[in-house]
């Protein structure tokens, strides 16, 4: 058993794309419409573009607002995202714009950083020491 799509609920498929791929660098592998106003969106690496895809799934479900807000309130992550240095993607994103709401910092075996992706949600990059 492996992942093969993994889902982040977004409150606009547009501005999550051009988000995820303008600035975080992914590239688009789906873009299908499923009704008038959704789409089976999906992003992927660059680096492994027949990976692990990213679902930026629509969050019209009553339930999934006060949740990411929840999330965001306490400072919690919806998911990470694994960098190869966290201060260099720190700087390349803060320079493109991307607001992070807690900096490069060492956690022991890992540097962390978290942004906001502007759809409603806190991503943290990780970089894992050897």
Not at 8 to 25: C, H, N, P, S, W
Not at 36 to 50: A, G
Not at 58 to 84: C, M, R, S
Request: charged share 25%.
């Amino acid at each position: 058993m492996r992942i093969h799509v993994t889902s982040i609920l977004v409150d606009d498929q547009e501005q999550a794309l051009r988000f995820y791929t303008g600035k975080l660098g992914f590239v688009t592998k789906n873009d299908i419409p499923i009704s008038d106003t959704d789409r089976w969106l999906t992003v992927v690496s660059p680096q492994d573009p027949d990976g692990v895809e990213l679902l930026l799934e629509p969050d019209g479900h009553p339930a999934a607002k006060p949740w990411k807000e929840a999330l965001v309130n306490d400072g919690i992550p919806y998911t990470q995202f694994l960098v190869d240095d966290v201060r260099a993607e720190f700087e390349r994103l803060r320079g493109l714009g991307v607001r992070f709401v807690q900096e490069p910092a060492d956690m022991g075996p890992a540097t962390t950083a978290v942004l906001d992706d502007t759809c409603g949600n806190l991503i943290q990059i990780v970089q894992m020491h050897q």
